[in-house]
């Protein structure tokens, strides 16, 4: 089956950072762009950032820039958030999720989802 499991999720400080992972299964990893998206309480879900199925490209949004890296390891078909410089408004369930063709940062556009992994930061 098609699967994307995320996990890395937790409690840190204001200032810390955090490492994401989205294992994926059941589908040629290499051949989908990966997008993660976050939704806090009370919000619509927003895009944080992609890349492309060979790592090649990226897109962030502008809160994310600067502070988070996307990166993926094809060879152990896992993506990856690496997440730093946190505040209070990081604080969301993220997600990520797979599209066939290029980044996008339209959510309706990737077609399977995992189950999402809580972070919250403290102040």
């Known amino acids: 089956q098609v699967q994307l499991v995320e996990s890395g999720g937790g409690l840190v400080q204001a200032g810390g950072s955090l490492r994401l992972s989205c294992a994926a299964s059941?589908?040629?990893?290499?051949?989908?762009?990966v997008g993660w998206f976050r939704q806090a309480p009370g919000k619509e879900r927003e895009f944080v950032a992609g890349?492309?199925?060979?790592?090649?490209?990226?897109a962030y949004a502008d809160s994310a820039k600067g502070r988070f890296t996307i990166s993926r390891d094809n060879a152990k078909n896992t993506g990856y958030l690496h997440m730093n410089s946190l505040g209070p408004e990081d604080t969301a369930v993220y997600f990520c999720?797979?599209?066939?063709?290029?980044?996008?940062?339209?959510?309706?556009?990737?077609?399977?989802w995992g189950q999402g992994t809580q972070v919250t930061v403290s102040s």
């Open positions: 999720a797979r599209r066939f063709g290029r980044i996008s940062t339209t959510q309706s556009q990737y077609g399977v």
């Open positions: 059941g589908f040629t990893f290499s051949s989908y762009v």
């Open positions: 890349i492309s199925g060979s790592g090649g490209n990226t």
